[in-house]
Nanobody, 114 residues
Framework: QVQLVESGGGLAQAGGSLRLSCAASKSIFSFNAMGWYRQATGKQRELVAGIYSTGGTDYADSVKGRFTISRDNVNNTVYLQMNNLKPDDTAVYYC????????WGQGTRVTVSS
């Protein structure tokens, strides 16, 4: 069964941290580059960070130096460590392949207060 399940969101103050997790079906995760995306209210979904199966990463300019993406290839899980959060980071966060090819999960909501 193809599945993406995000968790770890919540309410944080500006300058705080959160760690998001995404459990993916093995059929999705294996050998695929994975990405974290976010969608703020009234805006289009955007790629925040991506990670290749070999560990190489890339980030949107808006999160460089603050967010870190990582993956656990044994447990088919991808993480997003978010530090120094800003109110502009408020959004629903999703994971998918880097270049999304699968149905979206329910996402996890992140709210950053100033």
């Amino acid at each position: 069964q193809v599945q993406l399940v995000e968790s770890g969101g919540g309410l944080a103050q500006a300058g705080g941290s959160l760690r998001l997790s995404c459990a993916a079906s093995k059929s999705i995760f294996s050998f695929n580059a994975m990405g974290w995306y976010r969608q703020a209210t009234g805006k289009q979904r955007e790629l925040v960070a991506g990670i290749y199966s070999t560990g190489g990463t890339d980030y949107a300019d808006s999160v460089k130096g603050r967010f870190t993406i990582s993956r656990d290839n044994v447990n088919n899980t991808v993480y997003l460590q978010m530090n120094n959060l800003k109110p502009d980071d408020t959004a629903v966060y999703y994971c998918n392949t880097w270049g999304p090819r699968y149905p979206w999960g329910q996402g996890t909501r992140v709210t950053v207060s100033s």
